[in-house]
């Protein structure tokens, strides 16, 4: 999986690996932070280990191929959970910004569901049918716009894109695709992209969430849990969102509501339907 050695990703790995998964997960600068979660599946009886990845190179992905799962070794679950982009108004993006979003957020899915694709076919003799899981996470940026968050935000609806087609020229193979699609989940990130000057403050944000609260990173490894558990055989080029129901609600809010005001106020009166 990529992105294993923080918030979302850490605890994927860490469910994953709970669930007797061989993790393999990747970084691409904080060694010392994903050489902690590796100890500390270890020590909880799990198997897994960190590899060094730069999405943006598709030479560092054959790499990561090649050294981790050789042709013939087995691949079931390919989790793509690392992210990357910058936060600006649309109007000020670069070429190069653009480039390198894409590049991280995009292509390297594609590449690496290719790859994976390839080892989850291969069965030795006597080996089980192929097959396998291409889960992806993505984030309600990707049908929601919102301020500074063009850049990544449409990176991640082309991922989701990317997941039907794959879902349907894999399923032959047995390999089903999908997305898991978190909303405001209580990270780093989360903390980061709202501490930026002119964001709402996240209690205002929390209190138009449906179940009032911020979701969790375990929120998300359960769903990833779930796609990538027999239960879920039958499932592929779908996106399963994990947002507490943000994102089925719309001004008005009901925490905006006023309160004081009695149901039976003439401000809160309708003219009742024809019989």
């Known amino acids: 999986m990529t992105g294993g050695s923080r918030g979302i990703g850490r605890r994927i790995a860490e469910t994953l690996a709970a669930d007797g998964m061989d993790v393999v997960l990747t970084f691409r600068r904080e060694a010392d ?23 943006e190179n598709e030479e560092d992905i054959d790499r990561l191929f090649a050294d981790e799962f050789p042709e013939g070794s087995r691949l079931d679950v390919l989790v793509a959970s690392a992210a990357a982009s910058v936060f600006r108004p649309a109007v ?19 590449l690496l569901s290719q790859r994976a694709a390839q080892r989850m076919r291969e069965r030795a003799p006597g080996e089980r049918p192929p097959g396998g899981r291409i889960i992806a ?9 919102f301020p500074l968050y063009g850049a990544i935000g449409s990176d991640k609806a082309a991922v989701e894109s990317w997941v039907r087609h794959l879902a349907a020229e894999l399923g032959r193979d047995g390999i089903t695709v999908n997305a898991v699609n978190g909303g405001l989940i209580d990270t780093d990130s ?6 930026n000057d002119g964001i709402p403050d996240l209690t205002v944000m ?26 879920a055989g ?22 905006e509501l006023d309160q004081n005001v009695p149901p039976t106020d ?7 339907l024809d019989a």
């Not at 000020?92 to 594609?110: D, G, I, K, P, Y």
């Not at 996470?137 to 716009?145: D, E, F, Q």
């Not at 929390?206 to 239960?231: C, N, Q």
């Open 206 to 231: 929390t209190s138009r969430i449906p179940l009032g609260r911020l979701g969790t990173a375990d929120d998300v490894a359960e769903s990833v849990r779930f796609l990538a558990s027999p239960g």
């Open 190 to 195: 989360l903390s980061y992209f709202y501490g």
């Open 92 to 110: 000020e993006l670069t070429s190069r910004h653009l480039e390198r979003s894409w590049a991280t957020n995009v292509r390297s899915f594609v």
């Open 266 to 272: 003439p401000r809160r009166s309708r003219r009742p």
């Open 33 to 55: 932070a994903a050489a902690e979660v590796v100890d500390a599946i270890t020590a909880a009886g799990g198997s897994a280990r960190a590899h060094r990845l730069e999405l």
């Open 234 to 255: 039958y499932i592929t080029g779908h996106t399963l969102v994990v947002d507490g129901g943000l994102t089925v609600v719309a001004p008005p809010f009901w925490s």
């Open 137 to 145: 996470v993505t984030s309600y940026g990707s049908h929601r716009a």
